[in-house]
């Protein structure tokens, strides 16, 4: 019980935050929402979009699968129905995955785990893992798992283009395709350069290359 109280008490907060220190979620709930964002986010608690955005109620959509990893179109699929209503009906402009590193899916993967589930699930990342294997080779466990991670969300991005939604959207300009990946360690996002083929430091530009170099 100790354990869930700690939720409620946090509800409490959320509700004096949001409901009666201010009308946010009156406004939310009378206007309706109409999210700028569209997330695709790890189960891992330490990943969380709203939390690494620091977002308020109704500011983003999130899908949260572990690994981030987005499977190619399936007709019904979660994804696409979650994408066909964000885009299609709520309009939103930026569609994001954010991986992150520290993946333990990314590292069930790399370490070929028995549990089916788990590796079922993550099998759709085998091609990111593949192509990981051939620019950092098998030695390196953790240099093989950054690389994954990376090329996941790649993988994520090129997946993204094969659901109709998505494809139609972007075409038309409607909505934007972003690569993102949460360096835990460092604390900074990184950014996918389809033009560079690299992965770019975006929340601290100046320090880019070489902590990308570094730490990625
Ligand atoms: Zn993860």
Request: overall charge negative; glycine content about 8%; charged content about 25%.
């Amino acid at each position: 019980m100790p354990e869930r109280k700690r939720l409620l008490e946090g509800f409490k907060t959320f509700r004096k935050k949001y409901y009666e220190d201010s009308d946010w979620m009156q406004q939310l709930l009378k206007n309706g929402t109409h999210p700028d964002f569209f997330v695709i986010h790890c189960i891992d608690p330490r990943s969380g979009a709203a939390t690494v955005f620091n977002t308020d109620p109704g500011e983003l959509f999130g899908d949260r699968v572990m690994g981030a990893l987005v499977p190619p179109y399936e007709e019904g699929n979660d994804f696409a129905a979650s994408l066909s209503y964000a885009i299609k009906h709520k309009k939103i402009k930026h569609l994001i995955i954010l991986g992150h590193t520290q993946c333990g899916g990314i590292e069930a993967l790399v370490n070929n785990t028995n549990d089916k589930d788990i590796a079922g699930w993550m099998s759709s990342a085998q091609h990111a893992f593949d192509y990981a294997k051939t620019i950092v080779g098998i030695q390196n466990k953790q240099a093989l798992c950054e690389e994954t991670e990376k090329q996941a969300v790649i993988m994520g991005l090129k997946n993204l283009m094969t659901y109709p939604t998505v494809k139609d959207a972007f075409d038309k300009g409607d909505i934007t395709l972003n690569g993102w990946l949460f360096d835990m360690k460092n604390a900074a996002i990184y950014g996918y350069n389809t033009a560079k083929s690299s992965f770019e430091n975006l929340t601290d530009p100046q320090q880019g290359q070489q902590q990308q170099i570094n730490s990625l």
